[in-house]
């Protein structure tokens, strides 16, 4: 088999980057990760509070984005701006030649617009394609990518778009040219098997225990989309995924969640 060089795709998300002191750390150890490397961040929390600050009042569909145009413009200046800024320049001080991008810098990733019969959730974009060679010829050049969460359609339009959808679907496009690992990093120490305690975590996640746990109702909510993200990348060629707090990507003893099939 081909030896391939490593590469860990990580996501933050509005948790982590809400508090200065979890983010300043978090990236002091993000940082110092040996190989090839690829942040992803959301940031809804901030964009709500902004958008709240311009007199717009967020609207949601069971716990997701209705992103209209208001609020497309507001996602877009505090995702691929005020958010993937801070968060380039920060790795910058820390010695790692960050780049930051949303999916139309360099057409690096194309959307089209969410198709839902059911309900209209405006300027959300469903993931088409990623430009993997684009990716690649960054990475050898020791860039580490910044991706936000804001792709395009390829005609002009700018759309909202999951990030932990394009964290997977930026793990499973290099996943031909490297031997990926995907970490998911958010508030708890991984996935709870109670949600009342946060050392409840289930230290490796098969796919037919998460049938299991999501039909009894234990796993539910957001961390549904979360772990279909998951299996999606493993399925399509990710080595490893990972889910837990910010701690996880220390190269030491971690406690999260294995995800595996």
């Known amino acids: 088999m081909e030896n391939k060089p490593k590469l860990t ?7 982590v980057i809400d508090s200065t002191p979890t983010l300043k750390a ?12 690829i942040l992803v961040h959301g940031g809804g929390k901030i964009a709500t509070k902004t958008a709240e600050g311009l007199g717009i009042t967020p609207v949601f569909h069971e716990g997701r984005r209705i992103t209209d145009k208001p609020m497309l413009d507001v996602a877009v200046m505090t995702y691929a701006g005020l958010i993937n800024k801070d968060i380039t320049a920060q790795l910058q001080a820390l010695q790692n030649n960050a780049l930051g991008f949303t ?3 360099g057409n690096m990733i194309l959307s089209e617009k969410r198709n839902n019969a059911a309900i209209d959730f405006g300027w959300v974009g469903d993931i ?7 990716v ?16 395009h359609n390829g005609n002009g339009q700018l759309l909202n778009t999951n990030a932990d959808t394009i964290a997977s679907a930026l793990a499973v496009a290099c996943s031909n040219d490297f031997n990926v690992n995907l970490l998911y990093c958010f508030e708890k120490k991984g996935v709870l098997s109670n949600a009342d305690d946060d050392d409840s975590v289930i230290k ?5 225990k998460y049938s299991q746990l999501r039909e009894e109702k234990i796993i539910h909510s957001g961390m549904l989309p979360k772990l279909e993200n998951c299996y999606d990348a493993l399925n399509k060629g990710v080595s490893a995924v990972y889910i837990g707090s ?16």
């Open 9 to 15: 795709v990580v996501k933050i998300g509005g948790n």
């Open 26 to 37: 978090f990236l002091k150890d993000f940082a110092a990760l040996s190989g090839y490397k």
């Open 103 to 105: 999916g139309a810098d």
């Open 128 to 134: 088409v394609s990623v430009n993997h060679k684009l």
């Open 136 to 151: 690649k010829v960054l990475l050898q050049q020791n860039v580490v990518p910044v991706f936000c969460a804001i792709t």
């Open 204 to 208: 490796k996640l098969t796919f037919d």
């Open 246 to 261: 910010p701690e996880m990507i220390k190269q030491n003893e971690i406690t999260c969640t294995q995800v595996s099939l």
